[in-house]
T-cell receptor
Framework: DGGITQSPKYLFRKEGQNVTLSCEQN?????MYWYRQDPGQGLRLIYYSQIVNDFQKGDIAEGYSVSREKKESFPLTVTSAQKNPTAFYLCASSIVGGTSTDTQYFGPGTRLTVL | AQSVTQLGSHVSVSEGALVLLRCNYS??????LFWYVQYPNQGLQLLLKYTSAATLVKGINGFEAEFKKSETSFHLTKPSAHMSDAAEYFCAVSDRRAGGTSYGKLTFGQGTILTVHP
């Protein structure tokens, strides 16, 4: 079955540590996205990538980094510079261009807790 | 820039009652609009989408939404609520250029938590 996988489901981090969240898709989508979700604040875009080896900052990129070395993978690193990293992180993907309707498909999410 | 407002962060209905979740958007170009549903500790699932075809859009689980350009609205409805409809619902608008091409991003509303009472 095609879809988006995120791992791990739950992640615990000590303050001052960097941590990397995994996102993989087998939908052959060009674009991938990372969102942060906090209660009552909806989804906020962290980074997105529309093509391999290229990515753009979203609305809240500070303290995060990404890479896009393969079409199917878009890992997110939460660095120690992120002041309040405890949140639910969602990865998504979509088709770009042509007949795209901008529909994004989401993974199951990773809940990060800083201890 | 596009924006989305969901009126009511919490909506409570009785089982069997009408569900109405409100969404208003702001867009300088004809928009694409979406409703997603999220169950606790899960990702978002697409309920339905409007992409400039029929203004009344039918989705999964008996939900539907009507695009009203004059009111800049895209409200989500279901005639009869079921306990399994309890979840958080998000409205989103596609970020598009004046010529209709896409920036490839969505702007989400703040979400509405739907509670269904027996």
């Amino acid at each position: 079955d095609g879809g988006i996988t995120q791992s791990p489901k739950y992640l615990f981090r000590k303050e001052g540590q960097n941590v990397t969240l995994s996102c993989e898709q087998n939908l052959n989508h060009d674009a991938m996205y990372w969102y942060r979700q906090d209660p009552g604040q909806g989804l906020r875009l962290i980074y997105y990538s529309q093509i391999v080896n290229d990515f753009q900052k979203g609305d809240i990129a500070e303290g995060y980094s990404v890479s896009r070395e393969k079409k199917e993978s878009f890992p997110l690193t939460v660095t120690s510079a992120q002041k309040n990293p405890t949140a639910f992180y969602l990865c998504a993907s979509s088709i770009v261009g042509g007949t795209s309707t901008d529909t994004q498909y989401f993974g199951p999410g990773t809940r990060l807790t800083v201890l | 820039a596009q924006s989305v407002t969901q009126l009511g962060s919490h909506v409570s209905v009785s089982e069997g009652a009408l569900v109405l979740l409100r969404c208003n958007y702001s867009s300088s170009v004809p928009p694409y609009l979406f409703w997603y549903v999220q169950y606790p500790n899960q990702g978002l699932q697409l309920l339905l989408k409007y992409t400039s075809a029929a203004t009344l859009v039918k989705g999964i689980n008996g939900f539907e939404a009507e695009f009203k350009k004059s009111e800049t609205s895209f409200h989500l409805t279901k005639p009869s609520a079921h306990m399994s409809d309890a979840a958080e619902y998000f409205c989103a608008v596609s970020d598009r250029r004046a010529g209709g091409t896409s920036y490839g991003k969505l702007t989400f509303g703040q979400g509405t938590i739907l509670t269904v009472h027996p």
